[in-house]
Nanobody, 121 residues
Framework: QVQLVESGGGLVQAGGSLRLSCAASISVRTMAWFRQGPGKEREFVSFINWSGDSTYYVESVKGRFTISRDNAKNTVYLQMNSLKPEDTAVYYC?????????????????WGQGTQVTVSS
């Protein structure tokens, strides 16, 4: 069983930055970030493969968010810049033991508990 622990959420003003971290208990092949805003469905944000040479972002965060990983630490990061109020959500780390580029939550086997990101206007 893989355990994922997120950290780094908080309250920030619009235009600010936050860096989320997700530490996995063991090495996993694909790691991703999802988010769920108030009254909304869970939304795919970004994914990264094992080697880090394959990444993908939802259109709304392209150019503002950067996903990266440190395999020595079994940790994935999400650097979020130029934050907007519409980025407010609970951000979840997800992982798959297999390679996937899927944006669908049910294609990921493991989930963290989530970390709140609130962007004030």
């Amino acid at each position: 069983q893989v355990q994922l622990v997120e950290s780094g959420g908080g309250l920030v003003q619009a235009g600010g930055s936050l860096r989320l971290s997700c530490a996995a208990s063991i090495s996993v092949r694909t790691m991703a970030w999802f988010r769920q805003g108030p009254g909304k469905e869970r939304e795919f944000v970004s994914f990264i493969n094992w080697s880090g040479d394959s990444t993908y972002y939802v259109e709304s965060v392209k150019g503002r968010f950067t996903i990266s990983r440190d395999n020595a630490k079994n940790t994935v990061y999400l650097q979020m810049n130029s934050l907007k109020p519409e980025d407010t959500a609970v951000y979840y780390c997800a992982a798959s033991a297999f390679y996937t580029s899927s944006p669908r939550p049910y294609d990921y086997n493991y989930w963290g508990q989530g970390t709140q990101v609130t962007v004030s206007s």
